[in-house]
């Protein structure tokens, strides 16, 4: 059994927090659909805000998540193999929440079909959309044979429901899951290139927009992807723990991924130092002073506190001293995990707080004409909203799909 169907009061525990983040995020979404952006704390000149980040957040969960089970499906990657299902299913629920996320940021979110039909191919954001739906479509393919053995002879209920729609209600055979295992074989090798495409590109546009010194760095396609493995290896290695049917943390597959994402972390600070420290050595050029302002301005605890502290430091800290303790690993895994959004808050908001011209500040004086952001209530009870619309998804996929045991 699972920690979370052995433990009554880890459940009780989630579903209370669920429900307090699913009743915060229905007032948000309500006001987001009566008012639009009218309460959210961005604008002229700070375009971009808490719900970018949150996107490229979770669709970095996404990619790393789904890298993790492209190891084992494309490449036989067997120490990983009982985690290859709820990587998988992790990362359709954070591409939902990626995509959600995006959407209720853009003021006419329907116009973005026009990407398809009158597509730019000189322009990232065209190929970024592309790669995107690219990748949609081959994680439902891949979700498709990969839990078509797990739901085989269902036949009542919503598990037949889903059976019939996959193919499975009506037995299967040897032949039918050799089939289905040489196909996973080829999409999931088509997946890591496509994982490390479509994820590399997000850096990529911001990389490429020249006015913004701060974005316009080579390094940024590294550092979207080692922050996706990160983050989502790290996510992983908690739901694994919680959900996961009898997962040992001092079995191999646990061991494994912990190592994974220990490395990870440590090259992804050095990126990171890399980052930071060559353009702030002479201390002279705007992105050195965008730098400084992360650093040890107003939102300096946002680096130093969320993303080096909790979200480094004490999970390094956890994963080295205690190796083998579920509690240590989950804990270091969910705050590894969650505080990487403190990562792209600095990411987004920094590059947009600094006048392109000198003096514009001073030009005109509205309310949305300021460069200064932190978002409104509204924003973060939109979060909230998107999140526990995500992991209701997850959930409903973990017990129709994946969980076949009777709670304690």
Known sequence: MSLFAKNQQLRRVLYVLWIVIAAVGAWGLWQRAETGHRLANYGSYVPWGLWVAAYIFFIGLSAGAFLLSALVFGFGFNKLERLAPYALLTALATLFMALFSIFLDLGHPFRAVNVFLHPNF?????????LYTAYFILIIAESVLAFRPLLANQQEGLRGMIAKLIGSANGYTDEQRERDESRLKILGRLGIPLAISFHGGVGALFAT???RPYWHSALYPILFLTGALVSGGALML???LIFGDDM????EAIQMLRKIVVGLLAFDLLLEWAEYSIPMWYNIGPEAALMKEVLFGHYWY????????????IPL????????S????ITGGLLTALTYMAV???LVVPALIEPQLKGLENAYIRSRLVFEYFPSAMEWSVLAGITALGAALWYVGYRLVLNRERMA
């Not at 800290?317 to 083998?324: E, N």
């Not at 579920?326 to 690993?329: E, G, H, S, T, Y």
């Open 302 to 313: 946002v680096f130093w506190v969320f993303h080096f502290g909790l979200g480094a430091i």
């Open 238 to 240: 908690a739901v694994a």
């Open 122 to 130: 000189g322009s990232m954001m065209t190929w970024m959309v592309w």
């Open 209 to 211: 927009v020249v006015a």
């Open 344 to 346: 792209r808050l600095n």
């Open 326 to 329: 579920a509690p240590a690993l």
């Open 317 to 324: 800290i956890l994963f080295m001293r205690a190796p083998k």
């Open 248 to 251: 040992d943390p001092a079995g």
